[in-house]
């Protein structure tokens, strides 16, 4: 008779399943790029409106006008090449997506195992949203990438020399993709040494964040030089938020014009609608935007299970990062940017619902585990009953 345990870890298991899965993953990814390319191709671009004349502009890569060099500078090379600028930004973002669709591969893969790597792959390359925000070019896409490779160094369980260098330089990247990836960096530092005292190493996490800012200084300083204010484009922004969220869109009223700093736009309407705007951007995040932005709704059940998966476990990493992916969208969370549906756009949100993809990922392998067991036991047990059986005739 052969045995019992091996018979059902090869049905469990069958050696092609993940192969499968992959497959399946690449050819939702490939669906993902052509159905974006023939829809969104001549959609008009809003984010990178202007990135083509800021990189013809741009003497060096800080010098890239009112935005974050780094996407700016990725046209810029492709400009140089001769290429044409609207289809260089959309090329670019789904070049952006494809990078993150292996990482996501690699860094799953690594840290839960080969069922959370696959399917947290598949439903990041199913979402539409994500097509959608590649082909409009995304900085939100570049910071994604980086901060997710900074994530995976930063947090390795032997951390070293090598690995601290490779965090720092991809958290200069994330931020000289989207500034506001240096709160991520901050979040995911503190957790991981809140978490995990005993292999936080002080100084490769110092070297790390002191790399990343290092490389991320100049930027900041040029910005000084320039425009008398070291966030002057961050802080231009934080003004149109503002404007937006008092006046909205009309174009008779007369606003306010000039950089808005980080405390008076927490502040602007006092601190009790401080707390007030965190709350409401808080359960408008989770109740509608997160499971909109997710848009496969039933994936909402797998986050759940990998969400209790991680707490039982005690693998806090994915939940670390979805606090710290939302804290950027949070400040933002309460204002109607969107006219029509309210709330901001959900480019805000990317970073959090690849960590929801890889949560989903996630359960749906505890889940298999589980499921797995409980059919390996109630196998024993019939077994065991049909011995017992046995022995008495």
Known sequence: MPDLRQTLAKIDKPPFFHGLTLLLAAAALALNF?????????????????????????????????????????????????????????????????????????????RYGEQTALMGALFLAANPYMGYY??????????????????????????????????????????????????????VAGFSWGLDKKNFSPKDAGL?????????????????????????AQELSLRRWANVDRYGYRPEVEVPKGPLGPAAFVFRNGPA??????????????????????????????VFLGAYAAFSLRRYGLLVLLAAGLLPAL???????????????????????????????LGFQETLAWFGKSVLNWAKGKAAEAGRHGGKN
């Open 273 to 302: 609608g401080a707390l007030k705007a965190a709350f409401d951007g808080l359960g408008r995040s989770f109740a509608y935007e997160l499971p909109r932005t997710l848009y496969y709704r039933f994936l909402l059940v797998l």
């Open 134 to 187: 590649a082909m409009q070019g995304s900085g939100h896409m570049y910071a994604l990438l980086f901060l997710l490779l900074f994530w995976h160094f930063f947090t390795v369980p032997a951390p070293g020399r090598r690995s601290a260098l490779l965090a720092g330089v991809c958290g200069a990247l994330a931020c000289l993709s989207r500034l506001d990836s240096a709160w991520v960096l901050l979040v």
């Open 331 to 361: 400040t933002f969370a309460s204002i109607k940017q969107v006219p029509a549906t309210g709330g901001i756009e959900l480019r805000y949100y990317l970073f959090a619902v690849w960590t929801l993809c890889a949560l989903a990922g």
């Open 208 to 232: 790390a964040l002191g790399l990343a800012l290092l490389l991320t200084l100049p930027y900041v300083v040029y910005q000084k030089v320039k425009y008398k204010d070291f966030f002057y």
């Open 34 to 110: 052509t159905a974006s390319w023939k829809v969104y191709r001549f959609e008009p671009l809003r984010e990178a409106a202007s990135r083509s004349l800021l990189a013809s502009n741009a003497s060096f890569f800080y010098d890239s006008g009112l935005t974050e060099p780094l996407p700016a500078a990725a046209l810029k090379l492709a400009m140089a090449a001769g290429a044409d600028p609207d289809t260089a930004v959309r090329a670019e973002g789904l070049a952006v997506f494809a990078a993150l669709f292996f990482v996501t591969l690699f860094v799953l893969w690594r």
